[in-house]
């Protein structure tokens, strides 16, 4: 089988692409000129074909020829809401159109697009959202939600699954990182007493969830929460396990006031407009940090015949392990 990973250099589909070539399968990794492509670079059976899902032209050229894509490309974090939905949906549409106008559409054989748990919203009491929730909070949200529109416009023309991880963590990942640099720092990045609750998932365990939604036989338009089936972890909690995993407790432990939190994240959005650059931390970000995000992967486990196999307890020890041995720490 030969499949498209768009966002192949990134943290989650780098992870796909490496499971797609262990077990024999062809796939075309799309990377933009400035990725990084030395861990792709150096898998059997992958070609890296250059462009990104903006480009209408190059995205047809990526599909022609495929029997699956994986879709994990995605703006996170972006100068304004035009840029995330430009990237996040434009990009998505591109993709959607090629894959319903291929040569080999009839024998298509799914698009699997990774959403977000922030598509739905949080949760208001701290119970799993139910799949049809559409309350997202932040910019970003709002783009994976219509970009899930996009493909489930598609469904009765080709068959198309949406994935909905929680927190993607693991090797390769520079967002949880900063965290445990904080601690190492000695400062304990607590917000709110840490009260918010959240689900986590293991980068490879997300990948092996992506790849088994390509080769499971359900309805076209099926929709799956990806999480460890260890139930929502407290920010309290999954810091004190970055303390264990490091061997390290913080000598800073003072829980960041909301006011305060407000107030970082509004200078960091002007001196994000003033130097032109996206940032990660914006109010919105921070209004999100203080709410639950809980869901359920039951009916994952269920349809789609998957299991992740690292539990958070675990996987931030492996995560620790790996930023060390590759001088991330």
């Excluded at 009839?106 to 959202?129: I, M, Q, T, Y």
């Excluded at 927190?167 to 007493?193: C, H, S, T, V, W």
Aim: positive net charge; hydrophobic residues 40%; contains cysteine.
């Amino acid at each position: 089988m030969k499949v498209l990973v768009t966002g192949a250099s990134g943290l989650l589909g780098s992870h796909v692409a490496e499971q797609l070539s262990s077990r024999g399968d062809r796939v075309r990794a799309l990377v933009r000129r400035s990725s990084k492509r030395s861990h792709l670079q150096s898998l059997p059976n992958v070609e890296l074909f250059e462009g990104s899902v903006e480009q209408v032209d190059r995205v047809a050229e990526a599909v022609d020829g495929v029997d699956a894509i994986v879709h994990c490309a995605g703006l996170v974090k972006a100068r304004s809401n035009d840029e995330f939905f430009s990237v996040n949906v434009g990009g998505t549409s591109n993709l959607v159109q090629a894959a319903r106008t291929g040569s080999r559409s009839s024998s298509f054989k799914r698009f699997v697009h990774v959403s977000s748990l922030e598509a739905c919203g949080p949760s208001p009491d701290g119970s799993p959202v139910p799949a049809d929730q559409e309350a997202p909070v932040t910019a970003y949200g709002r783009s994976k939600l219509s970009a899930e529109k996009v493909v489930l416009s598609a469904k009765t023309e080709i068959p198309v699954t949406l994935l909905r991880p929680g927190a993607i963590y693991g090797p390769r990942d520079g967002e949880i990182l900063q965290a445990f640099k904080a601690i190492e720092r000695g400062l304990l990045p607590l917000i709110d007493e840490g009260r918010a609750m959240g689900m986590w998932i293991y980068a490879t365990d997300c990948a092996s969830a992506c790849i088994r939604a390509i080769d499971a036989d359900v309805a076209s338009g099926s929709t799956y929460f990806v999480d460890d089936g260890c139930g929502p972890l407290s920010q309290r909690q999954m810091l004190a396990d970055a303390e264990r995993a490091l061997g390290r407790r913080a000598f800073v432990r003072q829980s960041l006031p909301v006011p305060l939190l407000m107030a970082v994240a509004r200078g960091l959005e002007v001196a994000g407009r003033l130097a032109n650059r996206p940032v990660m931390l914006t109010r919105e970000k921070a209004n999100m940090l203080l709410q639950h995000w809980v869901c359920s992967s039951e009916n994952t486990r269920k349809d789609l015949g998957w299991e992740p196999k690292v539990p958070w307890s675990e996987g931030v020890e492996l995560a620790v392990r790996w930023y060390r041995a590759h001088g991330w720490l």
